[in-house]
C-alpha cells in the first residue's frame, strides 16, 4: 500500500532563518506531487506542484521553492523565512489526473 | 468569482440530525468531485469520490453531483460527534490540473 511520511511534524523558526520541509511517499511510482499551505480561515492554497523529477509548478509567486531530487522525495525550502510564512503545510501526492489526492499529516510552522 | 465557493460555517447540529453540506462552481470543465474530512491539526483525509452527475453513497455518508446547476452536495445521516470536523469539497478536469479544493466548512455535531 501506499503511504506518505511528512517531516517535521511541528517547528518554529525565527524570521531570517531557513526552511526545509520533506516529504516521501512509498508503494508507488512517478506520482503528481504538491505542496499546500492551509491558513486560518484562507482554506488550502497551492504552492507547488511537480509530475515529474526536476519539474516544478509554482502556483503563488512568494519566498519559498520547491525542489524534487527523487521520483519520490518533494522538498518545500525557503532561504529566509517571514512572519507571513507561518501556518500548515500540506504535502500529497497523487496517480494522474481523476484520481485521488492523499495528503501527509502536515508540518505545523511558526515563525517567530 | 471565485472557482469554487464553499460556506464556512461553523455549522452546529445536535447529534443524529441530518447534515447538508454544499458547494458550487464555475468551471464546467470538472468532471471529478471530491468530500474530504479534516480533523483538527491533521491533514485532510479522503471521504467521496463522484465522477460526473449523480449521487454515491457509503454508509451515512452521500455524495450528489449536479453538474446541470454546477452544484455538489454531501449529507451525512445520524451524525456523531465524531463528524465534528472541517468538510473540504474538491474538484478537477481533465489532464494534468491539480484540485481547486473550497475553503472548508466547520462542523460541530454536539452530544
Known amino acids: 500500500s501506499q503511504t506518505i511520511h511528512q517531516w517535521p511534524a511541528t517547528l518554529v523558526q525565527p524570521v531570517g532563518s531557513p526552511l526545509s520541509l520533506e516529504c516521501t511517499v512509498e508503494?508507488?511510482?512517478?506520482?503528481?506531487l504538491y505542496w499546500y499551505r492551509q491558513a486560518a480561515g484562507r482554506g488550502l492554497q497551492l504552492l507547488f506542484y511537480s509530475v515529474g523529477i526536476g519539474q516544478i509548478s509554482s502556483e503563488v509567486p512568494q519566498n519559498l521553492s520547491a525542489s524534487r531530487p527523487q521520483d519520490r522525495q518533494f522538498i518545500l525550502s525557503s532561504k529566509k523565512l517571514l512572519l507571513s510564512d507561518s501556518g500548515f503545510y500540506l504535502c500529497?501526492?497523487?496517480?494522474?489526473?481523476?484520481?485521488?489526492?492523499?495528503f501527509g499529516e502536515g508540518s505545523w510552522l511558526t515563525v517567530v | 468569482q471565485k472557482e469554487v465557493e464553499q460556506d464556512p460555517g461553523p455549522l452546529s447540529v445536535p447529534e443524529g440530525a441530518i447534515v447538508s453540506l454544499n458547494c458550487t462552481y464555475s468551471?464546467?470543465?470538472?468532471?471529478?468531485f471530491m468530500w474530504y474530512r479534516q480533523y483538527s491539526r491533521k491533514g485532510p483525509e479522503l471521504l467521496m469520490y463522484t465522477y460526473s452527475s449523480g449521487n454515491k453513497e457509503d454508509g451515512r455518508f452521500t455524495a450528489q453531483v449536479d453538474k446541470s446547476s454546477k452544484y455538489i452536495s454531501l449529507f451525512i445521516r445520524d451524525s456523531q460527534p465524531s463528524d465534528s470536523a472541517t468538510y473540504l469539497c474538491a474538484m478537477s478536469g481533465a489532464g494534468n490540473t491539480p484540485l481547486v479544493f473550497g475553503k472548508g466548512t466547520r462542523l460541530s455535531v454536539i452530544a
Open positions: 508503494g508507488t511510482s512517478n506520482p503528481n
Open positions: 468551471n464546467s470543465a470538472f468532471q471529478y
Open positions: 500529497a501526492w497523487t496517480t494522474g489526473a481523476g484520481n485521488t489526492i492523499y
